[in-house]
């Protein structure tokens, strides 16, 4: 199909501002456009696409509309629509050549994980087969069908997950959801059509202009949430801000065999160790990743796997890093070996993280000497000091679990298991560890009260371990032998049994959970402070 010409974007009457605009396909940094009116998520997506990175091609309703949201309605973006659809060669609601789409937030400064997202809108009992026809994957589209439905009543119509999810299990039992055949999905996506009319009080709508329209105004209304205003309030962020909404073509990491989804930072963030740390799922969407509901892998499987994927994310990481000037934080779906960014950037980590991170990108040339200098202005020993585990008698304490470490340090507090006893403890003058199934970010006021985070399921790069890395708390996620019991007030992590209350302890530094408490001593980073010394006087 011939690509048209870029059409001018929607603007303003009484600003002038653009409101709409248009990223990828081979077009240019859209003119005048600013991270403030975009939001930092799409003004990335289009730096990034600008750069000739793999970005599938999106249209962006700006923050300005956030405000207006009664005037947003499909005659605003329908000629955006179009020209992703003359761009694409496919169409929304279509049956033969159905264009699927994603529906992100993006507000002007990073929020992770506390505004919505809707995955895979447009597919329908009508488009579902034309998704078919033009994969080949049965799988992939009752996949995706189930998992609209669930994100839609979850995000649109506030159906609690439990009931999805119980859905789920009443047909995998025991078996990974991953490994669901196309029949056992068919099963699951049927169930949730029925769950969502007794829950919603109505069917699910198989319009897909319908379910584009609701997901956009359920994106806008996600800025005005709990864990949004939360996290504006913590972090002293302007409630006038608002999001921006980008809808973007689908890429799918649920298409099996070489395709998959994953979060990654080009550089560690909890050392600072110039080598990718990555978090991946095979035959997996994004959210799964990053939701905190699920556990992940590193990267070396994909590296195994799909070797020309891998090796094209570790070029466009180094090219993310000469571009932005800073370690970067991106997501990315692999889809039958093809890589696809969907997002970028700066990335959280700890101070002793930055200050190399700093150092190392002025040795590279990166970054001038003054940019270094300014990041890494107000470390000195103090607060560089790292804290770690201090043997008793020449011994270390027998460890619980090994977990996944999502932010270094030590922490010694009372296991609590809800964000009441959190307070309780806290205003008690005790250290506290909240303990979860999962790291999700609609835990942020616990979070913030907390000394630390351990959770069953999680992956390092989920929402909540970037929050909780952050807000300098003590975090391990994915504890595979970790049981809780909200009713007993009781957790078991393998064979040894707490009760809330009980004191744990969590090295984020080695990543072991021990119980009781254990000594603790601060290790001076006497390199790395040199190192800021040599740049001071050159400087």
Request: a negative charge; one cysteine or more; aromatic letters at 6%.
């Amino acid at each position: 199909m011939t690509r048209q010409p870029h059409s001018a974007p929607v603007q303003d009457e009484q600003s002038g501002l653009r409101l709409i605009h248009f990223i990828g396909g081979g077009m240019a940094l859209p003119e005048a456009a600013t991270p403030a009116a975009l939001g930092f998520k799409a003004w990335n997506l289009a730096r990034m696409a600008a750069l000739g990175l793999p970005v599938p091609p999106a249209f962006v309703l700006g923050t300005g509309w956030c405000a207006r949201t009664e005037e947003v309605g499909p005659a605003l973006w329908q000629e955006a629509l179009l020209q992703l659809e003359r761009l694409t060669g496919l169409a929304l609601g279509d049956r033969r050549r159905p264009l699927l789409l994603s529906v992100r937030s993006g507000a002007p400064v990073s929020m992770p994980g506390m505004l919505e997202t809707l995955l895979n809108v447009g597919l329908t009992d009508a488009t579902l087969p034309g998704l078919v026809r033009l994969t080949g994957h049965p799988r992939l589209a009752w996949d995706a069908y189930r998992r609209l439905i669930a994100g839609f009543g979850e995000v649109v119509v506030r159906i609690d997950a439990r009931h999805f999810a119980a859905d789920l299990d009443a047909v995998r039992g025991d078996t990974d959801e991953r490994a669901l055949d196309f029949a056992a999905l068919r099963d699951v996506a049927h169930r949730h059509l029925v769950t969502y009319a007794r829950e919603a009080g109505e069917a699910f709508p198989q319009d897909a202009h319908v379910q584009l329209r609701d997901a956009i105004s359920a994106v806008f209304a996600s800025w005005h949430g709990d864990k949004a205003r939360a996290y504006r309030q913590l972090h002293g962020l302007s409630e006038s801000m608002g999001t921006a909404v980008t809808v973007q073509r689908m890429v799918f990491g649920n298409a099996g065999g070489t395709s998959g989804s994953g979060v990654g930072f080009t550089r560690n963030p909890n050392s600072g160790e110039p080598a990718p740390w990555v978090d991946f799922l095979f035959n997996a969407q994004g959210e799964d990743v990053v939701s905190g509901r699920r556990s992940a892998q590193g990267h070396e499987e994909l590296a195994a796997v799909a070797p020309q994927a891998w090796n094209a994310l570790l070029q466009a990481a180094a090219q993310l890093e000469r571009a932005f000037g800073d370690m970067q934080d991106f997501e990315f779906t692999v889809q039958d070996a093809q890589l696809y960014l969907l997002q970028t950037r700066g990335g959280k980590r700890t101070p002793q993280a930055a200050a190399r991170i700093a150092l190392d990108l002025c040795d590279e040339g990166v970054i001038a000497s003054e940019v270094a200098l300014e990041r890494t202005r107000e470390f000195d020993a103090r607060s560089l000091a790292l804290r770690v585990i201090a043997a008793k008698d020449g011994r270390i304490p027998e460890p619980l679990a090994h977990v996944p470490s999502a932010a270094t340090g030590v922490v010694c507090g009372e296991i609590a298991l809800d964000e009441a006893r959190v307070r309780e403890r806290k205003a008690a003058g005790a250290s506290v560890v909240l303990v979860r199934r999962n790291a999700e970010t609609r835990d942020i006021a616990a979070l913030d009260l907390a000394d630390g985070l351990l959770t069953q399921h999680g992956a390092r790069t989920s929402h909540a371990a970037v929050v909780a890395r952050q807000l300098g708390k003590v975090c391990l996620v994915g504890c595979e032998n970790l049981a809780i019991d909200e009713s007993d007030g009781t957790v078991r992590i393998g064979a040894q049994v707490l009760r809330e209350g009980d004191s744990i302890t969590l090295d984020g530094n080695e990543g072991v959970v021990y119980a009781g408490t254990t000594r603790v001593e601060e290790r001076i980073p006497q390199e790395l402070l040199e190192r800021l010394e040599r740049l001071r006087a050159h400087c």
